[in-house]
């Protein structure tokens, strides 16, 4: 959950068009943008087990098919049907991935210390405070243990 600047698949489209848009390009920025957290995290001293990763908020699953390069089971979850179809569209790593769509204001469909990691990137500021607040309990609920790492 860190504030990290990516690049979003509609602003893509919108400026350049469906022909002009590099998917390679655009997940390859995932993998960095991924690479990079993990490092940052571990230089702290925030050992993470490579078991079960959430990304929430996830579009296209930019950030999502990156976490499995780092975790042996990797869900993606997005409120808009449209994100995840072409997320499925896009997988690249089969039953490792799957993308589920949440239209609950609530994370209580996984249960308590189901993941060891969750990335959520560009989301919670497009949200209601309480709505925010809501998703938050559920990341701490639902994740095996927690940590915070700064951010700018």
Same mark, same amino acid.
């Given at each position: 959950? #860190?504030?990290?600047? *990516? /690049? ?21 920025? *995932? ?10 995290? *571990?230089?702290?001293?925030? *050992? ?20 499995? +390069? ?6 993606? /979850? ?7 179809? #072409?997320?499925?569209? $896009? ?8 993308? #589920? ?13 189901? $993941?060891? $990691? ?5 989301? #919670? ?8 607040? +809501? ?10 243990? /927690? ?6």
């Amino acid at each position: 959950m #860190l504030g990290w600047q *990516g /690049v979003g698949i509609l602003g893509a489209y919108a400026r350049y068009g469906e022909r002009r848009w590099d998917p390679e390009q655009f997940f390859r920025s *995932g993998e960095t943008e991924i690479a990079d957290i993990l490092e940052y995290a *571990g230089d702290r001293g925030q *050992g993470i087990n490579p078991g079960k990763a959430l990304d929430f908020g996830c579009g296209v699953g930019r950030l999502t098919q990156a976490l499995c +390069s780092h975790f042996d089971q990797v869900l993606g /979850v997005d409120i808009a049907p449209s994100m995840i179809d #072409l997320a499925r569209k $896009f997988n690249q790593y089969g039953s490792r991935c799957d993308y #589920l769509l949440n239209a609950a204001d609530h994370l209580d469909l996984f249960p308590e210390d189901h $993941f060891d $990691f969750i990335c959520s990137m560009q989301v #919670l500021q497009h949200m209601k405070p309480d709505l925010m607040r +809501s998703y938050i309990r559920g990341y701490i609920r639902a994740l095996a243990r /927690v940590f915070q790492l700064p951010s700018h």
